[in-house]
């Protein structure tokens, strides 16, 4: 197959009229460009320039085939600029994994910031509610990284982003001391679809603690669960990321404290992209909504 320096040659020496300027033109020395048109008329089978007293002119077959050439060169250069843009982060495409719970007060911000700064780099979204569900899109390479809680199994790479905070959402009037897992036993409770991993570790938590909790009503999103403990239909365990701002209901804190691990998992440690999103979303970090800051009073 003719390289791209041989099409490169060949084009040079067409646009010149002569081997001597092209091989000036191109830094070489004008037997390597004599070499390279002789070995694309090799592959070819045919000559593609026909020398004259006085410099050179494309053959019938050599005219054939400038066109060609003059677009493979235009797409070598294409691609070349196109990995350069990805390279300093101003295009290529990014797929984001992100938990549900996670993506309007942790992702969002940071895919807005993105759409602003560079419009040149098309991001996807896909959200799940399992974290390793997370991890097994960023394993199987559906997805360049992904955002959510620490999974059970992952041997990759990763960033911490922060530790979140589970509380308590229920009802307005609520006072303001912690709840322990012990009151918690004796509330109905909004809890989640098997399908949402939250809803295991919780149990498993709840278990640790020597309790159950009795679940009367279930749903697959942190942030429905929120809304609906805050309609009276029980209390919901909430990570503090799917606590939307201006939330109607009442916010408390846990006895003892739960606490867990917010990562970014990367396919690829060493691509620039996914690592660029990976600092911004780490220098982020998990934050609180301002009026749930408020309910829930300074951490002990």
Not at 57 to 76: C, H, I, N, W
């Amino acid at each position: 197959m003719a390289t791209l320096r041989a099409l490169e040659c060949f084009v040079a020496v067409c646009q010149f009229g002569s081997v001597t300027e092209a091989a000036a033109r191109l830094h070489m020395s004008q037997p390597a460009m004599s070499h390279q048109i002789a070995a694309l008329e090799r592959e070819i089978g045919t000559s593609v320039v026909e020398r004259l007293s006085r410099g050179v002119r494309p053959t019938v077959a050599g005219r054939a085939l400038l066109p060609d050439a003059r677009a493979a060169l235009a797409a070598a250069q294409r691609a070349v600029a196109t990995g350069r843009a990805v390279a300093r982060g101003a295009g290529g495409q990014l797929r984001i994994g992100c938990a549900e719970s996670m993506t309007a007060g942790l992702l969002a911000p940071v895919l807005r910031a993105w759409h602003r700064r560079r419009p040149g780099v098309h991001l996807g979204l896909t959200e799940l509610s399992s974290a390793d569900g997370l991890a097994d899109l960023v394993g199987s390479g559906m997805v360049d990284l992904a955002v959510g809680p620490r999974p059970s199994r992952w041997a990759g790479f990763e960033s911490l982003v922060g530790s979140e905070e589970v509380v308590a959402a229920m009802a307005g009037g609520a006072g303001p001391e912690p709840v322990t897992f012990t009151q918690l036993a004796k509330r109905s409770m909004v809890g989640y679809h098997p399908d949402n991993g939250l809803g295991a570790w919780l149990d498993d938590v709840a278990a640790e603690r020597g309790v159950a909790l009795t679940v009367l009503t279930r749903t697959r999103n942190a942030t429905t669960a929120a809304h609906l403990a805050a309609a009276g239909l029980g209390v919901a365990l909430v990570p503090i990321t799917a606590l939307p701002s201006a939330f109607p209901g009442a916010v408390r804190r846990l006895d003892p404290p739960l606490l867990r691990d917010v990562v970014v998992l990367l396919a690829n440690p060493h691509d620039p992209l996914a690592r660029r999103f990976d600092a911004d979303i780490c220098r982020r970090g998990v934050r609180v909504p301002a009026d749930i800051a408020v309910q829930l009073g300074p951490a002990e």
